[in-house]
């Protein structure tokens, strides 16, 4: 017999006696989902769980930071409601300042008086969703209110480790040993200390990740591989350390495009003799879903679908899209291996979620922000998911973005503030973060639909599980649109001593909330009943364990 089978059987008896007591033989049921509470896969991560905020339309201005004369309730300038819920999900680590941003801004520019900080271009000023803004617009033209000090102390509020991009393109590598020094210089040491403390934190900020360059292939300076390779050496190589942990952070490939780990990794690995391997913590990856139907297209705006006006047809593809951020991991990881055969560099997955056309934005103001449907709590849910089955590949992620765009968990405007459905699937998924993941088996039949008038089909139930002591997360998606599954769990070489749990559903998956209805989607308990949960449609549902 196979071990596979001979685990699935164990399992059936073991579940079935121990779950559905006096039911030795469950009745069939239309999902099936075993974990192998005894096969450890890796620790999770708490960074997997992690945030992106870039000065880009409504993230900062007028979603963190909200200024320290403001009359909506702030800390220091910042959001108060905002650090009131990154707290309750565990955020543990916030990327800033971008995303492209990174690569045109000046950390200097940032620093010292608020009043006496000039007003640069940001980044985003030409692009099309800034146009129709006034030259007034701090999405603009950026005066900089909020810089290091106020992200690092954001993040200190909101009890997460801040994770800095360094601007590769445009500033020469001292002042990326500068801007390390500004953080991390002990009290007193250096001028930059000084100056910290002048600002309001003499002990050092001792930040620990750095992102060195974003998008390097694109925004980040249109680099070959091997050119960006030898600049991220440049970079990285003798930077001061003050007694921190550095962990430097790789611009990777443009989604899938798996020549550029090839040639990245070639070079920088491959190059030289002198170079310390170590200064690759990590390698990026992004990856979004455009949610184009019709496939992909050069139009990059207009040819996007819609947040909020989609079909069917719409809603599966956009999540097949999605799903594709596992494929596009395994394939960079199975390149990276052929350098770094005992995977010391981890993946980190630092944007990702649906990105869809303009026109659903709260503000127009809010650049690339759109409404966040349960489609996107779904895609949202599976991408942890994969993030969770995979704990020695992934050391970090960022979900693209926190706040007023993209993939947003909150949506703010002036004294208005509400959390989006993927809030509530973050909420959901916290107790994952330093869980150890556990290998678990999910079967059930494929959610049909049409495409384009032929039939297509896509998975109806996944979702990880993890342990912490005697406590099993298991995290379930029912990506099926219209049919609820009922679901058999199956626990092996574990007995269940009881079982709760609790789902993000709503019978339609173009359900959001907006400043009106602040809770049309919300979380409900869900009954478990003898070992067997009906997942609801288009659901997001994590069932909490307590093992016998
Ligand atoms: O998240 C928006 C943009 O998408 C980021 O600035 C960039 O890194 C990516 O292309």
Same mark, same amino acid.
């Given at each position: 017999?196979?071990?596979?089978?001979?685990l699935?059987?164990?399992?059936?008896?073991?579940?079935?006696?121990?779950?559905?007591?006096?039911?030795?033989?469950?009745?069939?049921?239309?999902?099936r989902?075993?974990?192998?509470? &005894?096969?450890?896969?890796?620790a999770?991560? /708490?960074e997997?769980?992690?945030h992106?905020?870039?000065?880009?339309? $409504?993230?900062?201005?007028?979603?963190?930071w909200?200024?320290?004369?403001s009359?909506i309730?702030?800390?220091n300038?910042?959001?108060?409601?905002?650090?009131?819920?990154?707290?309750?999900?565990?955020?543990?680590?916030?990327?800033w300042?971008g995303?492209?941003f990174?690569?045109?801004?000046?950390?200097?520019? $940032?620093?010292?008086?608020?009043d006496?900080? /000039?007003?640069?271009?940001?980044?985003?000023?030409d692009?099309?969703?800034a146009?129709?803004?006034?030259d007034?617009?701090?999405?603009?033209f950026?005066?900089?209110?909020?810089?290091?000090?106020?992200?690092?102390h954001?993040?200190?509020?909101?009890?997460?480790?801040p994770?800095?991009?360094?601007?590769?393109?445009?500033?020469?590598?001292?002042?990326?040993?500068?801007?390390?020094?500004?953080c991390?210089?002990?009290?007193?040491?250096?001028?930059?200390a000084?100056?910290?403390?002048?600002?309001?934190?003499?002990?050092p900020?001792?930040?620990?990740y750095?992102?060195?360059?974003?998008?390097?292939?694109?925004c980040?300076?249109?680099?070959?591989p091997?050119?960006?390779?030898?600049e991220?050496r440049?970079?990285t190589?003798?930077?001061?350390?003050?007694?921190?942990?550095?962990?430097?952070?790789?611009?990777?490939? &443009?989604?899938d495009?798996v020549?550029?780990?090839?040639?990245?990794?070639q070079?920088?690995?491959?190059g030289?003799?002198?170079y310390?391997?170590r200064?690759?913590?990590?390698?990026?990856?992004?990856h979004?879903?455009? &949610?184009m139907?019709q496939?992909?297209?050069t139009?990059?705006?207009?040819?996007?679908?819609?947040a909020?006006?989609?079909?069917?047809a719409g809603y599966?593809?956009?999540?097949?899209?999605?799903d594709?951020?596992e494929?596009?991991?395994?394939?960079?990881?199975?390149?990276?291996?052929e350098?770094?055969p005992?995977?010391?560099?981890?993946?980190?997955v630092?944007?990702?979620?649906?990105?869809?056309?303009p026109g659903?934005?709260?503000?127009?103001?809010h650049?690339?922000?759109?409404?966040?449907?349960m489609?996107?709590?779904?895609?949202?849910?599976?991408?942890l998911?994969?993030?969770?089955r995979?704990?020695?590949?992934?050391?970090?992620?960022?979900?693209?973005?926190?706040?007023?765009?993209?993939?947003?968990?909150?949506?703010?405007h002036?004294?208005?503030?509400?959390?989006? /459905?993927?809030f509530h699937?973050?909420?959901?998924y916290?107790?994952?973060?330093c869980?150890t993941?556990?290998?678990a088996?999910?079967?059930?039949?494929?959610?049909?639909?049409?495409?384009?008038?032929?039939?297509?089909?896509?998975?109806?139930?996944?979702?990880? %599980?993890?342990?912490?002591?005697?406590?099993?997360?298991?995290?379930?998606?029912?990506?099926?649109?219209?049919?609820?599954?009922?679901?058999?769990?199956?626990?092996?070489?574990?007995?269940?001593?009881?079982?709760?749990a609790v789902?993000? %559903?709503?019978?339609?998956?173009?359900?959001?909330?907006?400043f009106?209805?602040?809770?049309?989607?919300?979380? %409900?308990?869900?009954?478990?009943?003898?070992?067997?949960?009906?997942?609801?449609?288009a659901?997001?549902?994590?069932?909490?364990v307590?093992l016998?």
């Amino acid at each position: 017999m196979q071990r596979r089978e001979f685990l699935k059987t164990g399992a059936v008896l073991a579940g079935g006696l121990a779950m559905s007591r006096g039911k030795a033989f469950a009745a069939p049921v239309g999902a099936r989902v075993e974990v192998m509470v &005894n096969e450890p896969l890796g620790a999770i991560a /708490p960074e997997v769980y992690g945030h992106f905020t870039e000065h880009l339309g $409504g993230t900062i201005y007028d979603g963190v930071w909200v200024g320290t004369k403001s009359k909506i309730a702030n800390t220091n300038g910042i959001r108060t409601a905002l650090i009131d819920k990154l707290r309750q999900i565990k955020a543990p680590a916030i990327r800033w300042p971008g995303g492209c941003f990174a690569d045109s801004y000046d950390w200097r520019d $940032g620093i010292g008086p608020r009043d006496k900080r /000039p007003t640069r271009t940001n980044f985003w000023a030409d692009d099309a969703s800034a146009r129709q803004l006034g030259d007034d617009a701090v999405q603009k033209f950026e005066d900089n209110a909020f810089g290091t000090d106020e992200f690092v102390h954001f993040c200190k509020l909101s009890g997460s480790s801040p994770y800095l991009a360094a601007n590769l393109r445009s500033l020469p590598a001292l002042e990326f040993d500068h801007w390390v020094e500004y953080c991390n210089s002990p009290a007193g040491s250096t001028t930059l200390a000084k100056q910290r403390a002048a600002a309001g934190s003499a002990a050092p900020y001792n930040v620990q990740y750095w992102g060195v360059g974003n998008e390097s292939w694109g925004c980040g300076g249109a680099f070959e591989p091997e050119d960006y390779a030898s600049e991220y050496r440049r970079f990285t190589d003798w930077v001061p350390r003050f007694g921190t942990d550095l962990r430097f952070i790789g611009s990777g490939p &443009n989604d899938d495009e798996v020549n550029w780990t090839h040639r990245f990794f070639q070079k920088l690995f491959g190059g030289t003799k002198y170079y310390d391997r170590r200064n690759l913590w990590g390698f990026s990856i992004h990856h979004y879903a455009w &949610n184009m139907s019709q496939g992909r297209t050069t139009d990059w705006v207009a040819g996007k679908g819609d947040a909020l006006q989609f079909d069917t047809a719409g809603y599966y593809e956009c999540l097949r899209e999605s799903d594709k951020v596992e494929s596009i991991m395994l394939d960079h990881w199975s390149a990276m291996a052929e350098y770094d055969p005992t995977h010391r560099v981890k993946l980190v997955v630092d944007e990702y979620g649906p990105w869809y056309r303009p026109g659903t934005e709260l503000d127009p103001t809010h650049q690339l922000g759109q409404q966040i449907t349960m489609r996107d709590a779904v895609a949202t849910a599976a991408s942890l998911d994969v993030f969770n089955r995979h704990p020695e590949k992934v050391g970090m992620a960022a979900c693209a973005q926190l706040i007023n765009c993209l993939n947003a968990l909150f949506f703010a405007h002036e004294d208005n503030f509400i959390v989006t /459905p993927n809030f509530h699937v973050f909420d959901l998924y916290k107790e994952h973060q330093c869980g150890t993941a556990v290998r678990a088996e999910f079967s059930a039949p494929a959610a049909q639909y049409e495409r384009n008038g032929a039939p297509a089909s896509f998975w109806s139930v996944k979702g990880s %599980a993890s342990v912490k002591g005697k406590t099993l997360t298991l995290t379930l998606v029912n990506a099926d649109a219209s049919s609820p599954r009922e679901t058999e769990l199956v626990l092996s070489g574990a007995t269940m001593a009881s079982a709760t749990a609790v789902t993000l %559903a709503n019978k339609d998956i173009h359900a959001h909330n907006t400043f009106a209805q602040p809770d049309a989607v919300k979380t %409900a308990k869900l009954e478990v009943r003898g070992g067997t949960i009906v997942l609801p449609p288009a659901s997001v549902t994590r069932v909490t364990v307590e093992l016998g």
